[in-house]
């Protein structure tokens, strides 16, 4: 099973749509990292891309995020991906308290729409 995180500079980033890069962690059966990659989106709004079809065609089935907007979580949903937010911190770390499962998904929509990203 593969996670990814929405990342910048090795932690977390607040806000999915515009991030730097994702952190694609392999998972083995006893529930350990065993591989990360880097996973570089497309320029410009993470949603309206086909990044959540790209994550899905590698294998990703959770994505452990910051914020993130109502449209952006179903258009992961319908890739298959089930979405964690209220995530922060070093990506390593939260990938692993997440393993130990010690985060719930905080249930909070970004509500940021000043440049349209999140309306589907």
Not at 76 to 95: M, Y
Request: negative net charge; glycine residues 12%; proline residues 3%.
């Amino acid at each position: 099973m593969k996670i990814a995180l929405p990342s910048y500079q090795n932690t977390v980033d607040e806000h999915f749509g515009h991030c730097e890069y994702f952190t694609v962690f392999t998972i083995d059966d006893d529930r350990k990292i065993v591989s990360e990659e880097i996973l570089t989106p497309p320029p410009g709004c993470g949603c309206k891309s086909n990044i959540a079809e790209v994550l899905a065609e590698m294998g990703v089935e959770v994505m452990l995020a910051g914020n993130m907007g109502q449209g952006a979580v179903n258009v992961l949903g319908q890739s298959g991906i089930r979405v964690l937010r209220g995530c922060s911190g070093n990506v390593r770390e939260v990938a692993s308290k997440w393993l130990a499962g010690g985060l719930a998904d905080s249930g909070l929509s970004c509500a940021q729409h000043e440049h349209g990203c999140h309306e589907h």
